[in-house]
């Protein structure tokens, strides 16, 4: 019962943040858990021993590692455009 009060708070953001994201509501979940999971490696990071003085590299890490996984995953989507050389040739053929 103690456990179900206190996650109350957490759930009304959760909800509030799914309201205001009416037309992508699973996006807005997906971040949330995101933000949630990132938080929880900002404390495992702490509860190692590293102390607050590795919480910002920690962070920095983070920050740059997610527009690097965030293009791979774009260019691994992206489908391969046909060279000049091909592109030369079936124009050429077309003429």
Same mark, same amino acid.
């Given at each position: 019962?103690g456990?179900?009060?206190?996650s109350?708070p957490?759930?009304?953001?959760?909800?509030?943040?799914?309201?205001k994201?009416k037309?992508?509501?699973? /996006?807005?979940?997906?971040?949330?858990?995101?933000?949630?999971?990132?938080?929880?490696?900002?404390?495992?990071? /702490?509860?190692?021993?590293?102390?607050l003085?590795?919480l910002?590299?920690?962070v920095?890490?983070?920050?740059?590692?997610?527009?690097a996984?965030t293009?791979?995953?774009?260019? /691994?989507n992206?489908?391969?455009?046909?060279t000049?050389?091909?592109?030369?040739?079936?124009?050429?053929?077309a003429?």
């Amino acid at each position: 019962m103690g456990a179900s009060r206190r996650s109350r708070p957490c759930r009304r953001v959760a909800d509030a943040r799914v309201e205001k994201a009416k037309d992508a509501p699973n /996006l807005a979940s997906t971040l949330n858990i995101g933000a949630f999971n990132i938080g929880n490696a900002g404390g495992a990071v /702490l509860t190692h021993g590293y102390g607050l003085d590795a919480l910002h590299w920690a962070v920095a890490v983070v920050a740059v590692a997610a527009p690097a996984v965030t293009w791979f995953a774009a260019r /691994l989507n992206t489908p391969r455009m046909p060279t000049n050389a091909k592109v030369a040739d079936e124009v050429a053929d077309a003429c």
